[in-house]
């Protein structure tokens, strides 16, 4: 029975070694073909597996690409979370802006320094298999996010409005410099994180009025701000 259940163990963590390459085959394939050039067999073959492997883990393409968005978005978005106790320590004295500033350059890093993620996030968000597939759950990973960064910004909506910013705005941007149109240095960040901060702050007057959104005297406080 020992033996049963060991080589049963075993089998479930090759299975699962095999479904994780191919996510991660899936994402290196589409950002180096693209969404619409990328196949099942450009993905078995950078994950050196059989496309018969794909069906049996995922239900067709559109669901390995969409798992693997998922899976890239959770570990984006757990980067950030991992931060949150130190940025929160940090922020103390801090403005709104000074506070997403602090976030904004984790999530800034870690794109210029995953550059087939930062890609992958960008060809796939705009495609229509985004919307057809992975807008829901997407929502619901970024709102979960939004109740834990709640006490950084005082109001869920605002969390959203900001957490928007970095896995959606900030992607094209941080293209630009994996794409070596923009030279990676603190000036490309700085700039690109004024206008994604002052282009998210433009949405939220549209959507609702500041007072409806409680938010705090945007001026500089006592306390002193770390990065």
């Not at 080589?7 to 073909?33: D, G, M, Q």
């Amino acid at each position: 029975i020992a033996t049963a259940h060991k080589l049963k163990a075993r089998f479930w963590i090759l299975a699962e070694e095999k479904r994780l390459a191919l996510l991660r085959s899936t994402v290196r394939s589409v950002a180096k073909y693209g969404m619409k050039d990328v196949s099942t067999r450009s993905i078995s073959g950078d994950a050196g597996v059989n496309d018969a492997y794909i069906y049996r883990y995922f239900q067709d393409k559109e669901d390995l690409l969409k798992q693997a968005y998922l899976m890239e978005n959770d570990k984006f978005m757990r980067v950030v979370l991992q931060r949150m106790e130190l940025i929160r320590e940090q922020s103390n004295g801090c403005t709104q802006q000074e506070r997403f500033r602090l976030i904004f350059h984790v999530a800034w890093r870690y794109l210029i320094d995953t550059p087939d993620v930062c890609r992958f996030f960008l060809y796939y968000y705009n495609s229509p298999n985004f919307e057809k597939y992975a807008r829901k759950e997407y929502h619901e990973q970024l709102n979960l996010l939004a109740e834990k960064v709640l006490s950084l910004f005082g109001s869920t909506e605002i969390a959203k409005h900001y957490l928007y910013a970095l896995f959606v705005l900030l992607n094209s941007f941080a293209l630009q410099v994996v794409s070596g149109e923009v030279s990676d240095d603190m000036n490309a960040e700085e700039r690109v994180f004024n206008m994604a901060f002052h282009a998210i702050k433009a949405e939220m007057k549209k959507e609702k009025p500041e007072e409806t959104y409680g938010i705090q005297n945007e001026g500089k406080d006592d306390g002193e701000c770390r990065e």
